[in-house]
């Protein structure tokens, strides 16, 4: 599959801790995406990357959110201290040029 | 600021039958439009984008920047179109694409 993945598909966690999500975007994309999506909204602009340069970040993204993506390659969302309100699908897309891009299948995340 | 509304979360019609999903944006600027879709147990994929003009599985949306709105249409549902769709926006100024809450499609035989 030369899809966008990402991993891992679920997370339970407990309120407090530590969770990290990764995406492993196509392989010749240099823009690389985060999105979050609760139930019955879209999905909702996290930040953006292109190669290793993070370029923009959402107000959504609070102090506890960090991404990277070390060589313009794969990326990592971390979230510390978790909430029970960051429960949500994390979704991770890339692209080529400026329009379309490439989901991946998602991150689900429970915080109990 | 980008704002994209779908008034409407669930859209039934029958088989056969004509559909148009609405979506409306706010964006002051040179606007890109999008529909993505996701099947059921599926990622959203890309059905069709304005500037390409064509149309995909028998959809077809026209960008009206005088109603600021990109509303989905196919003239005889199928059964397999069932999903949820959602309108996307996008535009000179940003990277990001803006989404709209999503409509699901149900479509009965």
């Known amino acids: 599959d030369t899809g966008v993945s990402q991993n891992p598909r679920h997370k339970i966690t407990k309120r407090g801790q530590n969770v990290t999500f990764r995406c492993d975007p196509i392989?010749?994309?240099?823009?690389l995406y985060w999105y979050r999506q609760t139930l019955g909204q879209g999905p909702e602009f996290l930040t953006y990357f292109q190669n290793e340069a993070q370029l923009e970040k959402s107000r959504l993204l609070s102090d506890r959110f960090s991404a990277e993506r070390p060589k313009g390659s794969f990326s990592t969302l971390e979230i510390q201290r978790t909430e029970q309100g960051d429960s949500a699908m994390y979704l991770c897309?890339?692209?080529?040029?400026?329009?379309?891009?490439?989901f991946g299948p998602g991150t689900r995340l429970t915080v109990t | 600021a980008q704002r994209v509304t779908q008034p409407e979360k669930l859209l039934s019609v029958f088989k056969g039958a004509p559909v148009e999903l609405k979506c409306n944006y706010s964006?002051?600027?040179?606007?890109?439009l999008f529909w993505y879709v996701q099947y059921s147990r599926q990622r959203l994929q890309l059905l069709l984008r304005h500037i390409s003009r064509e149309s995909i599985k028998g959809f077809t949306a026209d960008l009206n920047k005088g109603e600021t709105s990109f509303h989905l249409k196919k003239p005889f549902a199928q059964e397999e179109d069932s999903a949820m769709y959602y309108c996307a926006l996008s535009g000179r100024g940003f990277q990001k694409l803006v989404f709209g809450t999503g409509t699901r499609l149900l479509v009965s035989p």
């Open positions: 897309a890339s692209s080529r040029d400026r329009y379309e891009q490439y």
């Open positions: 392989s010749e994309h240099n823009r």
């Open positions: 964006y002051s600027g040179s606007p890109e």
